[in-house]
């Protein structure tokens, strides 16, 4: 007997998620699913993506609604489009053999009028995202007035992308009765309002502390000098030849960046963030589930919801400034009760940082070490041999090349023929890294990175200038609202921006000495919330702000943001610690793409939750 059965799961369902490969519930299912079969409790639960939370609620709504009636008894609202196309899809697929079942997907990006044409026809359950769905509650298009249900999965990541006002107002239109079951990955103080204003007295079920990661993650860092942060996530991804990842960076222009030197470079990689159109993330969507890339380059908020299975590596190219978020990230890989690696890329300011994410996740990082070019070629050459072994030979195909194909070996032996054949490529390896430097940090720079921390550094990266605003983090400012203020403002590109060091009650930032005129001029005239905008050249100002202000900001703060790399493509500066560009060379990789080895990271352009502006928080779907 499936196991699914003893729960209370009738066998009509059992027999559809047999057929799925669901043998044994997962301990979120186990737990939750006899909970919610009562029908009698609001609920909340804490775990992380990838445990099977979508069965955990779908199979008791489809044992708890009655399908004879074709109006909405429960809604899910979800925090992004592909997560609301993938609860739907699973739950149509868990109900395959029972009748009159209706589901209907709601989310933006798609035409509105199929979306209410399928409402109108009658449904049963209604999974959504918090926009769209207020667009249709505006248009008086559905009545959720009989309302049995509501779920609410990964609401901390609705609430982190902005959409606390219209989870409110949509649950103001469902009756006061109705169960509500809440499922998040971590428990942050909005959360916990939400479930204090709607729910009552709710059964609560943690699996895990909260705000763990997932127990089947293993979590890495590396530490790296500035200027070779490219250089090693490039020597990283070549160390596992397998690799199947996501890359996280802090804004959209880094992510655009980076996608496009790695393209550049010979791998298969593309960029999901903000300003692509719904079609453009789509496309680009369907290619990383067809495994047609190799490495998906996201920004915290366009990668929302994302559920790709057998992802193998999340790779924090920059850090969260939330450290939650890094709970978020990590969950995309180690899914339903596979194994996975998280790693971060940082710089020796940043260590810090990783002890206070060991704190919230109750795990600790392995402190890695970025391997020698020998290591990647012998890596390397024997993923080649392994795939030998395991290609799909078409006999009937190749059958009629075979007398030519030992023509030609006819001169060569078993032995030669095979180190021939496996020089092909490590050759090209060989040469490649045949003088590859060093790329971990010396231990003298991680000690002075830590004294870095505590003190206050003023220095200016080489070819920017340091300049002042008078306005900080109390202006309701984040390093990357403040790096969109300024672009915006003065039609500069963010590459031309260094460091930002956002004060309490000032800011200092540097640009590009060429267009220091250009930032003073387009300020001119600007005011902020009716007071003029000054910018000023940092200089003997920024002497006595360190004593000042400093105080008034909570003491002394560190100099830049999390993040930041050298600058790739021969850009200098452009990023938060400065850039430089090291070695060249190049090697065709299994493509037969040509790969420029650009010693020197991205160049990083701000930091910040919002990519690039408030306006970035709502309306993602």
Not at 383 to 402: D, F, G, P, R, S
Not at 568 to 577: A, I, L
Not at 590 to 618: C, H, I, L, Y
Request: net charge neutral; aromatic share 8%; hydrophobic share 35%.
């Amino acid at each position: 007997m499936n196991p699914f059965s003893t729960l209370g799961i009738r066998h009509d369902i059992v027999n559809a998620i047999t057929e799925l490969g669901f043998e044994n519930p997962t301990p979120i299912q186990e737990q939750a699913i006899p909970v919610l079969l009562s029908g009698s409790n609001d609920f909340v639960g804490l775990a992380q993506t990838g445990t099977g939370k979508t069965a955990a609620f779908g199979l008791p709504l489809l044992e708890l609604l009655d399908f004879e009636e074709n109006y909405p008894q429960a809604l899910i609202l979800c925090p992004t489009r592909e997560l609301c196309l993938q609860i739907t899809s699973d739950i149509n697929k868990y109900s395959k053999s029972m009748k009159n079942v209706n589901v209907v997907a709601v989310y933006g990006g798609a035409n509105i009028s199929d979306q209410l044409r399928q409402i109108k026809r009658g449904v049963q359950i209604v999974v959504a995202t918090p926009g769209r769905m207020l667009d249709i509650i505006n248009r008086k298009a559905i009545d959720f007035s009989q309302v049995g249900y509501v779920v609410l999965d990964e609401a901390d990541e609705m609430l982190n992308m902005g959409f606390q006002e219209d989870i409110d107002i949509i649950l103001s239109t469902t009756p006061e009765d109705k169960k509500t079951w809440l499922f998040s990955a971590t428990m942050p103080t909005e959360v916990r309002r939400i479930a204090k204003k709607y729910m009552t007295d709710p059964f609560e079920l943690t699996m895990g502390t909260k705000n763990t990661g997932n127990v089947n993650i293993e979590h890495e860092y590396y530490v790296v000098r500035a200027r070779d942060k490219y250089a090693a996530f490039k020597r990283i991804v070549d160390f596992n030849p397998e690799i199947f990842g996501i890359v996280f960076c802090r804004t959209k222009i880094e992510t655009q960046e980076i996608a496009e030197s790695l393209v550049k470079d010979g791998y298969n990689a593309d960029a999901l963030h903000g300003d692509l159109s719904q079609q453009q993330r789509d496309k680009v969507m369907k290619r990383y589930r067809d495994r047609s890339l190799q490495l998906l380059i996201a920004t915290d908020v366009a990668a929302r919801g994302i559920d790709v299975n057998d992802v193998t590596h999340v790779i924090n190219y920059s850090l969260p400034d939330e450290i939650e978020n890094y709970t978020h990230r990590s969950g995309r890989t180690g899914r339903a009760g596979k194994t996975g690696i998280s790693i971060a890329i940082i710089n020796s300011k940043e260590q810090g940082k990783i002890r206070q994410i060991e704190r919230v996740i109750g795990k600790q990082f392995t402190k890695a070490e970025i391997p020698n070019g020998f290591d990647v070629c012998e890596k390397q050459l024997f993923a080649l041999i392994h795939k030998v072994h395991q290609v799909e030979v078409n006999e009937e195909q190749i059958e009629q090349y075979i007398p030519r194909i030992m023509d030609e070996f006819k001169d060569l032996d078993k032995e030669q023929i095979i180190k021939r054949f496996a020089s092909l490529e490590f050759n090209s390896f060989l040469k490649y890294y045949q003088n590859a430097p060093d790329l971990n940090a010396p231990a003298h720079e991680d000690r002075a990175g830590d004294r870095g921390d505590r003190s206050f550094k003023s220095s200016t990266s080489a070819g920017f200038t340091r300049l002042f605003m008078n306005l900080g983090s109390v202006d309701d400012f984040t390093r990357g609202d403040m790096l969109g203020f300024i672009c915006n403002n003065t039609k500069i590109s963010g590459k031309s921006i260094g460091k930002i060091d956002l004060k309490g009650v000032f800011t200092f930032f540097e640009v590009e000495n060429a267009f220091v005129d250009q930032v003073q001029q387009g300020f001119k005239s600007v005011d902020y919330q009716g007071r003029p905008v000054r910018i000023e050249l940092a200089g003997e100002r920024e002497g006595g702000e360190r004593e000042r202000g400093g105080e008034r900001s909570g003491g002394r703060e560190r100099s830049g943001g999390y993040g930041g790399g050298g600058g790739y493509k021969g850009r200098s500066g452009g990023n938060r610690e400065g850039g430089s560009r090291e070695g060249g060379g190049g090697f065709r990789d299994f493509s037969g793409k040509r790969r420029e080895d650009r010693v020197g990271g991205n160049s990083g352009s701000g930091a910040g939750r919002r990519e690039g502006g408030s306006g970035e928080r709502r309306r993602r779907n």
